[in-house]
Nanobody, 120 residues
Framework: QVQLVESGGGLVQPGGSLRLSCAAS????????MGWYRQAPGQERELVAA???????NYAEAVKGRFAISIDNANNMVHLQMNSLKPEDTAVYYC??????????????WGRGTLVTVSS
């Protein structure tokens, strides 16, 4: 079995920071890319940030300059440092990966999500 497990969500005041982490379990052969998406009630799922195994990154315009994504290839993990958080950042954040594990290709593997609430 291969899984993605997110952690680090919680309640934070506007202007505060949180660090999300996502760990991939299983016998991982390779990771092509990992990323973070988010979805608020009544909203469509949207890309927050993504990173390739080589370190190339892509960010949503709404989070540029505030969030930073990083990948730990040795430990099959990805992190999202979120600074200067705003109420509109409130959402369930999902980890997604394009990887190969246990001899199978998983082009779009999803975690269960972690809730981030930004409120005073």
């Amino acid at each position: 079995q291969v899984q993605l497990v997110e952690s680090g969500g919680g309640l934070v005041q506007p202007g505060g920071s949180l660090r999300l982490s996502c760990a991939a379990s299983g016998t991982i052969s390779s990771i092509n890319a990992m990323g973070w998406y988010r979805q608020a009630p009544g909203q469509e799922r949207e890309l927050v940030a993504a990173i390739t195994r080589g370190g190339r990154t892509n960010y949503a315009e709404a989070v540029k300059g505030r969030f930073a994504i990083s990948i730990d290839n040795a430990n099959n993990m990805v992190h999202l440092q979120m600074n200067s958080l705003k109420p509109e950042d409130t959402a369930v954040y999902y980890c997604c990966a394009d990887l190969t594990a246990w001899g199978r290709r998983y082009p779009e593997l999803w975690g269960r999500g972690t809730l981030v609430t930004v409120s005073s």
